[in-house]
């Protein structure tokens, strides 16, 4: 099982950490990707990294204000995100890609957890 939590209500400017955790499998095997969905949008790829920590990707728009990094210990990637804008409001949902490689593109993953709604508004 993989679950995607740390969400919430954040005003702009504010801050989250969002945590993926699985349970019955070991993450280090997998790259882990981070995607949102906002209403009305496509989802899209916001960062990913490889099993091997080696590749980290971000979307152009989180670049600078998102931070992805696994720990292997907890079993748990996260996702910390500063400076957060409306924008940003999504339900962000972690997932595993069995290359390792790590990309943003949806269609290179293979196991998704549920999502963790993140709204950011004053």
């Known amino acids: 099982q993989l679950q995607a939590s740390g969400g919430g209500l954040v005003q702009p400017g504010g801050s989250l950490r969002l945590s993926c955790v699985a349970s019955?499998?070991?993450?280090?095997?997998?790259?882990i990707g981070w995607f949102r969905q906002a209403p009305g949008k496509e989802r899209e790829g916001v960062s990913c990294i490889s099993s091997s920590d080696d590749r980290i990707y971000y979307a152009d728009s989180v670049k600078g204000r998102f931070t992805i990094s696994r720990d292997s210990a907890k079993n748990t990637v996260y996702l910390q995100m500063n400076s957060l804008k409306p924008e940003d409001t999504a339900v962000y949902y972690c997932a595993t890609d069995s290359t390792g490689w790590g990309s943003l593109l949806e269609d290179e993953y293979d196991y998704w957890g549920q999502g963790t709604q993140v709204t950011v508004s004053s």
């Open positions: 019955g499998f070991t993450l280090d095997y997998y790259a």
